[in-house]
């Protein structure tokens, strides 16, 4: 099926791309080279960063979620009958132990064999994950069995039935029982990741969530709080709106001398007491400071708090002789943190932050502007691009229709993967940081695993340029938007009748000498009905030649298909067309009806015939 009248749809695929590829477009890489090939980036400039270019962020399970994996002699999937129930559970149950120190060795040992220079580990959530000796820690009073340690929490995920109640506690101490497998065998599993990354020559970070909200809906009751968050007047009153969900924006009042006291006793702890050299201070998790519209004063106080942290770092970067590195991870609102308190731009500019990781929720961003950050922030700061596991909130299939995902976990999809990083890295960031990757480790769910081989050198642009890609646009949707920290997606969007769109993505250029392919995929409504659906590239003559299809351009692991909710319209270009850092893609709608752009996703691809 096409968009194209079938007596216009062969003389135009013959001739239409030909005259694209002779059409003056914007300037790009590739034209400023008489035989086509890409110009070599300029040197990026020397830093105490050099050497940290391909980074990896761990959250506090990232060992424990799937034990099978990486202690598989000693774990297993398995149905299995419940004890309690005494019926068979009805999804595979993770079986086995005791959890060990191995474990976490051979999981940064795949890091390292895959080419991972840094290791971020992250230490916290509301309380500390690992077994402190100086802060409230997730286990402290637990009783191996205790289930009811864990009761109030149920509600913090969603989970109210009684009977839903008791298989959460079911699963969830199971888990958390891995945790004390190590405590009880005096291994500290934080001091063994670096120890771990030391023998491997990975660099050992941290990284603190500054205000996590996973037990925020039960704040007295879920054993993720900390004591302080307990108490109401050490939380925000006023950090959400409209109809937002309250208890997510409820975090730690950072105003409050008692908040910043405590955090920096966590912090003080990780630096000090272990063995790491760099610290990211994770303002993703959540985006919540003090109370927003913050006055000078306030924000006063809290860049001489970041000023005692970089103090901090600094002393322990004297204490060992190597250099400390200070940076955040941060959505990409510089206006909406210096609202909350968090005044990144004069952090950045004064030189107390090394290095910034602008980033998305849990979906990653595809137009973050770093070159815009460039700007504002100065030439002080490392930026870093973010490539967060989500694609965007498109919802796709397998063929069968048996596996149905709201998004697709990328780690699963080398060809996104270089895609996103090189789109980050053609707008000039230094290097690349993975977050929830190991969300992909999905057995699961039939046909998705994370593909840790993609990682080696996809933080250089050259390696990339000539590899099959599978660009994205970020879509919007309640889970992975939140606003206003979230950049505004782009997708969906609606096309009245004779209009047009315009929408940019950054992208990498191309060298035109291998037998490659552009291939632009509009999602529409399966409902909408397109008559000429004109598609351009960076100011190519409009193409009117698709070919309708309920496929993606490329699998995501097991994850082949649009949902009968979209159908997509194929478009293919010359692949020289592409530039380093910004494209535009225009949409016409050369129909009486208006349509809806649910997605729009590009394949740079093997030609065919």
């Not at 009958?81 to 079986?95: S, W």
């Not at 891995?178 to 670096?194: H, K, N, P």
């Not at 990339?464 to 206003?484: D, M, V």
């Not at 291998?514 to 351009?536: C, I, N, R």
């Amino acid at each position: 099926m096409s968009t194209e009248h079938p007596k216009n749809r062969r003389n135009f695929l013959r001739t239409g791309l030909l005259r694209a590829a002779t059409i003056p477009t914007l300037p790009h890489l590739l034209s400023a080279s008489p035989d086509n090939a890409v110009t070599p980036p300029v040197p990026p400039r020397k830093t105490s960063l050099d050497k940290h270019r391909n980074l990896f962020n761990g959250d506090t399970c990232v060992y424990f979620y799937n034990p099978e994996l990486w202690q598989p002699e000693d774990f297993s999937l398995k149905t299995v009958v419940n004890p309690r129930t005494g019926k068979p559970n009805a999804k595979p149950t993770v079986v086995g132990g005791p959890f060990q120190a191995k474990a976490i060795h051979r999981y940064v040992d795949l890091l390292a064999d895959n080419g991972i220079d840094t290791f971020v580990i992250n230490a916290n959530a509301n309380r500390a994950w690992y077994p402190s000796k100086k802060f409230p820690s997730i286990l402290d009073g637990y009783k191996r069995g205790d289930r009811d340690y864990f009761r109030g929490h149920a509600i913090c995920q969603g989970i109210t039935e009684p009977e839903a109640v008791e298989e959460f506690l079911d699963n969830f101490t199971l888990f958390m029982n891995r945790y004390q497998d190590l405590i009880d065998s005096g291994v500290d599993w934080l001091a063994e990741t670096s120890k771990a990354c030391r023998r491997r020559k990975i660099a050992p970070w941290v990284s603190i969530r500054m205000n996590d909200m996973h037990g925020s809906r039960n704040p007295e009751g879920s054993f993720f709080n900390h004591p302080l968050f307990k108490q109401k007047e050490m939380r925000l009153q006023r950090a959400y709106y409209g109809l937002q969900n309250t208890h997510d924006r409820q975090g730690f009042n950072y105003e409050k001398p008692e908040v910043r006291t405590m955090m920096m006793e966590q912090i003080r702890e990780v630096v000090e007491d272990y063995d790491f050299e760099g610290l990211e201070l994770d303002w993703w998790r959540q985006p919540l400071c003090c109370e927003p519209g913050a006055s000078p004063e306030t924000v006063a106080v809290m860049n001489d708090w970041f000023r005692q942290i970089r103090a901090l770092t600094q002393r322990q970067a004297k204490k060992t002789g190597k250099p400390y590195p200070l940076g955040m991870r941060i959505p990409g609102a510089l206006d909406q943190l210096k609202a909350i308190g968090v005044d990144v731009v004069t952090l950045c500019q004064e030189g107390t932050l090394d290095f910034i990781i602008p980033a998305g929720f849990w979906a990653t961003t595809w137009d973050m502007p770093h070159d815009e950050f460039r700007k504002r922030l100065g030439d002080r700061v490392v930026i870093y691009g973010s490539v967060d596991d989500g694609a965007n909130s498109l919802p796709t299939q397998n063929e069968a229709e048996t596996v149905r995902e709201r998004m697709r976990y990328i780690g699963a999809s080398p060809e996104i993967e270089r895609a996103n990083a090189a789109g980050k890295l053609a707008m000039g960031v230094h290097g690349i940081e993975w977050f929830n990757f190991f969300c992909s480790d999905q057995n699961r769910l039939s046909g998705i695993k994370a593909d840790y081989t993609a990682l080696r050198d996809i933080h250089k642009l050259d390696f990339l340029r000539g590899k099959p890609k599978h660009y994205c646009f970020s879509t919007a949707a309640q889970f992975f938007n939140p606003t206003p920290f979230e950049l505004p997606a782009q997708l969906p969007a609606s096309i009245g009748p004779f209009a047009q769109r315009p929408f940019q993505l950054a992208m990498c250029a191309e060298p035109d000498n291998q037998s490659l392919e552009l291939v632009v995929q509009v999602v529409l409504k399966a409902g909408d009905k397109p008559g000429y659906m004109p598609v351009s590239v960076n100011g190519c003559w409009p193409n009117l030649t698709s070919q309708s299809t309920n496929k993606l351009l490329m699998p995501c692991g097991s994850l082949t298909h649009h949902t009968s909710d979209h159908v997509g319209y194929n478009y293919r270009f010359p692949v020289a067309l592409l530039t380093d850092g910004w494209n535009k893609i225009v949409v016409e709608n050369q129909s009486k009806d208006p349509i809806t752009v649910a997605a729009i996703e590009l394949a740079v691809q093997a030609k065919t015939v």
